[in-house]
C-alpha cells in the first residue's frame, strides 16, 4: 500500500499535528517523511502555534508559514523574543495593525533595540518615527533610512544634533536632499565653519531685507 | 526636500554657461565624468564638497545652485 502522509493530516488529532510539527522544525532539513512546516501548517491548532514557532526558531528555521495562522498576540509575542529574521519580520507587517507597529517601534526605540525595523518605516507614524531616528542618531548610528519617513520638525531637531556634535555617524551628504532650505543653508554654514572655510556660497543678503 | 532633478538641471545649464564640457567640469571638481553625468539627469545629488565646488567654480550661491528659492 503507497500511502501518503501528507493525505492523513486532517485526520490527525490535534497533538499528533503538533508533535508532526515539532518533528519537522526540529529535524535539520526541515522536513519529516517529505513533509515541511508549510504542508502541516493549516492543521496546528491555534493554541501550539506559537509553542511550534518557538521551537522552530530555536533550531533557526523560518516559521513565516505559520504567521497567517497565529493569533495576533502570538505573532507580538514572537516578534518580542527577538527570534524572527528580518525577512520573517518583513512578511510579518502585512498581519499588523498601524497601533501594534508604532507600539513595537517605540518599543524598540525605548529598548534602544534597533534590529530589523527598515521594513515599518513606510507603516509608523512620523511622530513616532521622529523620535527613533533621533534616538538612532544620539546612539552613533547613521540614520538615513528614516529620512523620507519622518517630518519637517524631526529633520529640524537632527540638524540641530549634527551642529552640537552630538550625532557623529550622520552622513551630511545623504541628510541635506532631504531638508528644508533653511536647514540646508544652517548646514552648510555650519559644515564650512567647521572645515574653515569662507562662508561666501551663503547668500546673506536676503536676510536682511 | 531637494528636487535632483532640478538640481541636475541648474548645473547642467551653469555648466553650458561656463561653456564647459562634462569632462572639463569633471576634472575641476575631481570627480568622474560619470558623476558630473548622474548629477545632471537627476540621479544623484553631489556630496557636500562637491556642491561647494561647483558654486565656487559656477561662482553662484548655494542656493542658485540648490534651486532653493
Redesign the interface.
Known amino acids: 500500500m503507497n500511502l501518503k502522509i501528507i493525505g492523513m493530516i486532517p485526520f490527525l488529532k490535534k497533538p499528533e499535528v503538533k508533535k508532526l510539527a515539532l518533528a519537522i522544525v526540529s529535524s535539520p532539513d526541515n522536513e519529516y517523511d517529505g513533509l515541511s512546516l508549510s504542508d502541516v501548517a493549516p492543521f496546528i491548532a491555534t493554541e501550539d502555534l506559537y509553542e511550534v514557532a518557538m521551537e522552530a526558531k530555536k533550531n533557526n528555521k523560518s516559521v513565516s508559514s505559520l504567521f497567517v495562522f497565529m493569533k495576533i498576540n502570538d505573532l507580538k509575542r514572537l516578534i518580542k523574543s527577538g527570534y524572527l529574521s528580518k525577512e520573517e519580520m518583513k512578511y510579518l507587517v502585512i498581519f499588523l495593525d498601524k497601533e501594534d507597529i508604532n507600539q513595537l517601534m517605540r518599543e524598540k526605540t525605548n529598548s534602544h533595540d534597533y534590529s530589523n525595523f527598515v521594513a515599518y518605516l513606510p507603516f509608523t507614524d512620523k511622530k513616532v518615527l521622529g523620535e527613533m531616528m533621533l534616538s538612532y542618531a544620539l546612539d552613533g548610528h547613521d540614520p538615513f533610512a528614516f529620512y523620507a519617513f519622518v517630518d519637517e520638525e524631526a529633520k529640524e531637531q537632527l540638524v540641530g544634533l549634527v551642529m552640537d556634535k552630538k550625532a557623529p555617524k550622520v552622513n ?2 545623504l541628510l ?6 533653511k536647514d ?2 544652517a548646514l ?1 554654514e555650519s ?2 565653519k567647521e572645515k574653515g ?1 569662507p562662508i561666501t ?3 546673506k543678503s ?1 536676510d536682511k531685507n | ?2 528636487s ?1 532633478v532640478k538640481v541636475g538641471n541648474r548645473i547642467r545649464t551653469l555648466r553650458e554657461e561656463k561653456k564647459l564640457t562634462q569632462e572639463e567640469l569633471a576634472g575641476k571638481v575631481f570627480v568622474t565624468r560619470q558623476a558630473i553625468s548622474s548629477w545632471e539627469k537627476g540621479q544623484s ?1 553631489p ?2 564638497d562637491n ?2 565646488s561647483l ?2 567654480i559656477f561662482q ?7 534651486c ?1 528659492k
Do not use: T
Not at chain 2, 60 to 66: N, R
Open positions: 551630511l551628504n541635506y536632499p532631504f531638508l528644508d532650505n540646508i543653508e552648510f559644515y564650512l572655510k556660497i551663503i547668500d536676503k | 526636500m531637494l535632483s545629488f556630496d557636500i556642491v561647494v558654486c565656487e553662484v550661491s548655494l542656493e542658485d545652485l540648490l532653493l
